[in-house]
């Protein structure tokens, strides 16, 4: 893979090199280890744009080192760049197929799962994949791991505290089940909280683990270059024991399917081969 923050046709609106954009994504690598090269540069460099004229910066190394300095910055800027929009029970006709069809597959003959929620953001996709399996009498006996790079994220996660608006796709006896209002909040089930093992990770860099019966990565990979959806691709199949299904976005189709060792299962549902 090519070092993107090296590339010499890389160039500002003026039509010279932006060195100034270019010397903040070596530096954020360096110091964080987060590639956002690896990123969509328009929408990546659109979104901090805006984030560093909000907070006042006419340059992007006037406001990396504010950022280093600034824990709360440094924070914001995560969530910038991690895009903290979550839901519970997103595109609900998915998560029927997974509840329905694709579940109880894997669940079949297998004493023990393991599941995967990547870039699991502020908790809602994997405490919907504990709703379901507990529904089934599965939680019990299923390793759920869920991991984001973002330490504000998986704190609201842990807290387990959320806004209405994030329950619109909740089936009402479900949302009755699992939530209690709590002033003008809902609080997820105990049970499902102490269900889901939550860390930080940062999937472009860090090791992945294995033997996995089930992988969600969902509406993540629409942010990333051609090149790292293509390694990460083949890291999550890597991941996957024989006949495990990964499980990713309704904008997020994976064309060639087979260059990674996968085929497609139901819609947006994909089968590690063997």
Not at 52 to 57: A, D, I, M, S
Request: glycine residues 6%.
């Amino acid at each position: 893979m090519r070092d993107l923050t090296s590339d010499p046709v890389r160039v500002s609106q003026e039509g010279v090199p932006d060195s100034d954009y270019l010397g903040f994504i070596k530096n954020v690598k360096q110091h964080t280890g987060i590639d956002l090269a690896q990123y969509k540069e328009a929408q990546m460099k659109r979104r901090l744009t805006t984030l560093r004229n909000k907070n006042g910066f006419s340059t992007f190394a006037s406001f990396y080192t504010a950022m280093i300095a600034n824990k709360p910055l440094f924070y914001e800027f995560l969530d910038k760049m991690t895009i903290n929009v979550s839901e519970f029970w997103r595109n609900p006709n998915r998560w029927e197929t997974l509840r329905d069809v694709v579940l109880p597959e894997l669940a079949s003959g297998n004493s023990r799962l393991r599941i995967w929620s990547a870039a699991c953001s502020t908790g809602e996709e994997p405490y919907t994949l504990a709703m379901i399996l507990n529904d089934h009498g599965l939680l019990q006996r299923t390793y759920l791991l869920a991991t984001d790079i973002d330490d504000g994220a998986l704190g609201k996660a842990a807290d387990g505290l959320y806004l209405e608006r994030s329950l619109k796709d909740v089936p009402p006896d479900v949302v009755k089940r699992y939530f209690t209002p709590d002033g003008v909040m809902y609080r997820i089930d105990s049970q499902l909280k102490k269900a889901v093992t939550f860390k930080k990770q940062n999937m472009l860099l860090d090791e992945f683990e294995d033997g996995f019966d089930l992988i969600v990565c969902r509406n993540v990979m629409i942010y990333f270059t051609e090149e790292a959806k293509q390694m990460l691709y083949h890291k999550f199949a890597k991941s996957l024991r024989p006949g495990g299904v990964l499980f990713v976005g309704s904008t997020e189709q994976i064309f060639s399917p087979g260059n990674y060792g996968l085929e497609a299962s139901e819609t947006f549902f994909y089968r590690k081969k063997g």
